[in-house]
């Protein structure tokens, strides 16, 4: 069985600030692991993926995550926040194997301070 | 490309009622998964098509059903409604069956109120 931890369901930073959201994972196969941003009333977009090869992954608007299989753990950040980054975050794990069934977090609502 | 579309976005039905949501894949998809969220148990997979098969199905009770077309195009049926089937359903989609860990692209959902 798969599952996903995220450890604040609320972040708050300044606008310029570090973001660090994370995310701990337990798998009995190697995983698949995903981040998603969720905007109000939309569905989820796909920041980033690690599958296999190199463990710094680098997505869209700037984010990155590391996989540390000794830790496991996925955490996502990017250096320096923007308004536009307010939303909430879900990381989510697969097996991959035969089936696309994704195991998310609780999701971590990320606020920008101006 | 299009993206995954749903339809509609807002329904509100009444307890007992059934309700059918419907997903349109992005073109040459042919997985489609569905989801549910709430404020309470977050994101849960609900049931995953390729193929007009289902190949897995989530912890829902048996009111909670679905079928995928030659098309590819799904719909998700659920009957005698209950208040706490009020929730974001949402679709994805994938090009294939999931070996390669490709991701799964999300329409916006369909947000049901049962009163």
């Known amino acids: 069985a798969q599952s996903v931890t995220q450890l604040g369901s609320h972040v708050s930073v300044s606008e310029g600030a570090l973001v660090l959201l994370r995310c701990n994972y337990s798998?009995?196969?190697?995983?698949?692991l995903f981040w998603y941003v969720q905007y109000p009333n939309q569905g989820l977009q796909l920041l980033l993926k690690?599958?296999?090869?190199?463990?710094l992954v680098k997505g869209i608007n700037g984010f990155e995550a590391e996989f540390k299989k000794s830790e496991t753990s996925f955490h996502l950040t990017k250096p320096s926040a923007h308004m536009s980054d307010a939303a909430e975050y879900f990381c989510?794990?697969?097996?991959?194997?035969?089936?696309?069934?994704?195991?998310f977090g609780k999701g971590t609502k990320l606020s920008v301070i101006p | 490309k299009a993206g995954v579309t749903q339809t509609p976005r807002y329904l509100i039905k009444t307890r007992g009622q059934q309700v059918t949501l419907s997903c349109s894949p992005i073109?040459?998809?042919?997985?489609v998964s569905w989801y549910q969220q709430t404020p309470g148990q977050g994101l849960q997979f609900l049931f995953e098509y390729f193929s007009e098969t289902q190949r897995n199905k989530g912890n829902f009770p048996g009111r909670f059903s679905g079928r995928q077309f030659s098309n590819s195009r799904s719909e998700m049926n659920v009957s005698t409604l209950e208040l706490g089937d009020s929730a974001l359903y949402l679709c994805?989609?994938?090009?294939?069956?999931?070996?390669?860990?490709?991701?799964?692209?999300f329409g916006n959902g369909t947000r049901l109120t049962v009163t």
């Open positions: 798998s009995s196969v190697p995983p698949y």
């Open positions: 690690y599958t296999t090869g190199a463990t």
């Open positions: 073109s040459g998809h042919r997985s």
């Open positions: 989510a794990v697969s097996s991959g194997a035969g089936s696309y069934q994704l195991t």
């Open positions: 994805a989609s994938s090009p294939e069956v999931g070996t390669t860990g490709s991701p799964l692209h």
